[in-house]
């Protein structure tokens, strides 16, 4: 490029550090990400790339270098990054290391994944190396972190499967204050915990070159892209001057602005991280001066090295920990944060609202007129166009000792989340008298597009005293007519009264903290959140079990901790080729025609399939009955497949898809919601529901009172962080090989072979393990590997074919949202006698298979509960949308929710507490449910007692009482629920093939998918019982090797779920170690009688196998009803949770949350407490906090990725998590006395927003609200705080 290169030194390749090893890469092409280079180029496939959005963690990597970190020059510093948002040529001359450089199996675990693996920290194992690299990045750093350091430390790390407790006890191991560290954590390790890392920035110092040499321009150029670093400002000038007309350039930073908005097009893209003149940050004598590519955590780092400089340091540090999480905070500049801010007028920054209140200056310079420069503040600088513009310094000025600074988010979830409303308030004012000085700055972000000052506000508070009531009034007053919405951002009701609880928070936060009442301090002063913790109990289990019912890692904990575990995406096939499903962008409308040519014209791109394409192969269109793989004629719902593109990679695949031109006709609005169905009487009229049990009529006419009400649910996305996908191999004799992240490998045969007109002996299935699944995966991967395998079996080529997170969003069904109508019938004292229920579930365009929405609803009804008449209509909405589909527990969940709610309003409505309403119906010994299963032995009631007792649930309910009268704004809630699961035993029958090799070693082919519940342990523990039984030394379960699980075995299962399959696959192992028994016994008896010991596992084999007895066997488990009706046994648990609702804003804070379940004699209690603990935080997101969110138009799901889509984080879990497993149980049916354990303690969270509701009652008292509020889910902070009904602003007080 002319000009580019002038005549200073210039390097072209790109060189590090990796894992020890010094790389360089040639022609390194701009546009990839770190992540991609190292998965694809480096084979470093422990890293996981879910989202490319920097929303998930999973891709986290460790990046040191001694230019990181202006405030300590030169000394080697580490961060954590997002690898699939930092590009490769970013990371020229510094050190990266991934997990793979951190520990492996063969040299040794680094104590981080020693710690993780011994904790149950990993369940599906895809979120497990980048939480290893959190830890690990945060101790190269600080070898003695703080607790809270510690926890900080994974607020950019999701995981969907632990619920983070066993994660965070883990890690808390290493904080300075842990008493296990030394025991557990580092002992033995010389170096500390940082002594297993094979080549790291301590030893730059022999390769200065690469890690603080002399800086040189970089310059490389792929596919006519160019990426250039830039090492001087004057450079950098000149090269935004002489790029200018290069088809677009953009300055990089961080990089990280690409995880929120699609880059702008560029060709050329200018690193200004190595320009030495913007990556300071200086304190001066007035200020803190930030350089324009400074980071955020570089600021962070000075303010609190200088805390005390200002007193606007420490609200804005506080308010800094809120923004984003370490990854992103690690590379992301400030600079970017405003520049991104002035681009995207709905982006909410938190940066600019803070820095705006905080009156920074950003010294601007202009390449085009050759480096003049100008000094704006920041709301002239959200009015500029910044072409041409660096931001070369930030300016923070000190506060005065007058000054207080306060500021405010809310947002979905407490960390990595963008705020719905912010605000930031500086006022300097005398504190005695509250007199403002000047006139304070009022900023509020997420008003409008840019953050917005309250001029007029500002103006009336100057000179006035902030103490007084009739000045708040007046200042509220004024502040909401000149703070006027834009409608485009949304929310607007909730963010209207948002505005005025921040703005009355800052001026009760203004008072001396002894001068604000008492009653009103908690909503000022309680905004902390502290360290979380837990406790797990369960008991010893049973000797004569051995090693089953102790608790064992998982079999492949060792190898999900240094990311040696293999998922599907994992193994690359030579000549391979990638695909993308074509999607509708809309969501009901004919089809008129596709045309790919564009996209088969783009180089790379090898085929387009759709419906004609498929008939015209001779292929079937149809995964099931009701869904076509690719739409024919009609789009029923917004993201439904319409065609395939394949090509030579995903990137060529990517874009193509892009490429194919679809016109429709006849487009109509769509229905998406219940309502809309209503409306459109739009009805799936022939599968709904309509179930009677006694006589609801005759009972609402002896019945003392009648309570009717409503209450909803909502969707749910499973959020496997391994998104849906396939690999299919074409084979000899028209054979096809199916690698398919599927909980259902049976149905995936079944499919592929009607799909592809092949008898199912030619199609093989193989699932190793899945990535997160949670019942997304027993019927929604089926169309996904169809799809896949009529390319691969066309092309006769390996074909690949991995979602997006957008288009697993879009396009692939969720949990279904439900509106429930009840009637109850009750006496006075609390005995319910009928409920009847009208409920209506929104099922999406088409059924997922045989999904029975209606008919699981009827097995759910009754809870725990015996009540003698029950009524149930069911009706199916048809809507344009995916096919809803199993999520953990379907039909249990939302049925114990929407029953609890109506006996919670029952006891309400008679002012009788609901646990009290709940004893005198639950069910007992010897009852018979609304089905007709008897219960022989039910020991629900004791369940229930043991939690209250062990909770302290009397006493606390009296606290929460106590803290309610005493606290105005801040109120808390403390609910409890019983949970009854059954197991559909007879809905699946497994199989299992038990191989001993002479050597002694043992492998086990299940038919079971492990999904990370523990599966493969736990028939590795029967197997090592049994088989060990026959040798004086026992087998080591974790020895036996478990097979990926494929069809030549499992040739005629089902899916994987329903929480039995660990059971029942256990029974089979069980089946095939007996028969194997059987014949060792022959041998065992010789060896005994000749040596008058049992002998060794070894001797035994090597003598059994010299005499050619048969060791393997086949075994078979498949169970008829349970004698005592349906179900082979039921189970029950409680759940107890206490919340405080901020009722200013809506946020709810889980205080504590205690949870017992029976799990019988648990095969494994370490797994069963992990699936408690699990559950229950995945059921809190789906009761507190996660939503979808559509556009009204398009039908488009706008909540499709980790920006909008908000699972909890391991700062939404209880403060204080008890789980545990009922003492001394067992079970007199079932595989080896053990119960079920994946999906009850989900239901148990329910308890979360029962909580809640009391917790607004209270508000709802305190502001003389009337009625009862059967507040929904998800009890989002928008839907608790309009459920508080908090509406009057006279109602803020300052006295
Ligand atoms: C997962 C995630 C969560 C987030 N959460 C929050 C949040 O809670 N609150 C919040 O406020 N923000 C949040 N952010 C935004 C985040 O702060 C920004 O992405 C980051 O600060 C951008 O900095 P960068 O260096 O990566 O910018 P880049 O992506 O490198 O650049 C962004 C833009 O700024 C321009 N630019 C960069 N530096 C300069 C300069 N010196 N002069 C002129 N132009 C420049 C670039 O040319 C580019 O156009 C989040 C981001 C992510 C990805
Ligand atoms: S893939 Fe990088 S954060 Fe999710
Ligand atoms: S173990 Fe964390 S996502 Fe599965």
Redesign the pocket.
Known sequence: MPGMDEVEENETQVRFVLNGELVSVENADPRQCLGDYLRQDRGLKGLQMPCR???CGACTVLVSSPEFGSAAANAPVHRIVNSC?RPLCSVDGMVVTTVEGVGTTKKGLHPVQEQLMQSNGSQCGFCTPGMVMSMYGLLKDNPNPTPQQVENGIDGNLCRCTGYRPILDAFQTFSCESTQSKSRGCEGRSGGCDGRVPLDIEECGSRRELCGGELTKLTCSKGGHTWIRATSLSQLYKLLRSTKCSGGV???????????YPP?KAKVLID?SRVPE?TKVTVTQSQIVIG??AT?TDLMVVLENNIDLSPTFPPLLAHLQ????PQ?RN???????L??CN?HGDFT????TIFMAAEVRLRLGMADTFGTEETVGLWEFFQMS?QG???IEIHLPYGTYQTQFKSYKV?LRKV????LLNAAFKFDMEKSTGVCTRPPVIVYGGVKPHPVRAYRTEAFLDGKCCYNQEVLRQAYSILSSEMVFDPALGRTGYKATLLASFFYKGMLALRPPGSVPPRMRSAVFNEERQISTGQVSFDEGDPALYPVSKPYSKSSAALQVTGEAVYLDDVDYAGELHSTLVVATVASAQIKHIDPTRALAKKGVVSFLSAASIAADGYCNLASEDEEVFASTQVKYYGQALGLIVATSKEIADAASKLVDVTYTDQKPPILTIEDAMTADSWFSERGADFKYGSTEEAFKEADVIIEGEVSTGHQYHFHLETQRALCIPGEDHTLKVYSSTQNPSLIQHCVGVGLNKPQQKIEVVVKRVGGAYGAKIYRSTAVAMACSYAADKLQKPVRLVLDIATNMQSVGARSPYLCKYKVGAQKDGLIKAIQLLIYNNTGAHFDFDYPAMDTLVVWMDCAYKIPNWTLVGKLAKTNLPAMTYMRGPGFVEMLFMVETAIEHTATVLNIRPDIVREMIMYVDGDRTHQNQLLPTCNVKHIFATLKKSSDYEQRMQQVEEFNINNQWVKRGIGMVPCKFVGYYDSQAHTALVNIYPDGSISIHGSGVEVGQGLDIKIAQVAAMALGSLSKNGINPQDIRIFPTTTIVANNTVSTGGSVTSELAAGAVLDACNQILKKLKVVADKLENANGEKPTWVELINTAAASFTDLQARGRFCAGPGKDGAFEYLAFGAGATEVEVDCLTGEVKVLRSDLLLDCGKSLNPAVDIGQVQGAYVQGLGYFLHEEFLFDRDSGKLLTDG??EYKPPSSKDIPLDLRASLLENSGNSSGVLRSKFSGEPPYGLAASALFAVRRAVAAARTEFGVNGYCSLSAPATVENVMLAAGLSNSSMFNLK
């Open positions: 959005q920097g929303g948002l953009r300055m990089v930073r961080g990089n990280t602005t690409t995880g929120i702008p200004i913007l324009g590519a955020i809120r923004v984003a999480h992103v590379v992301g500049s400030v600079a970017g944060n520049v991104l681009l920054s938190d940066i600019a910044l513009v660096v931001i947002a990595n989340a963008h705020a980790t920006w």
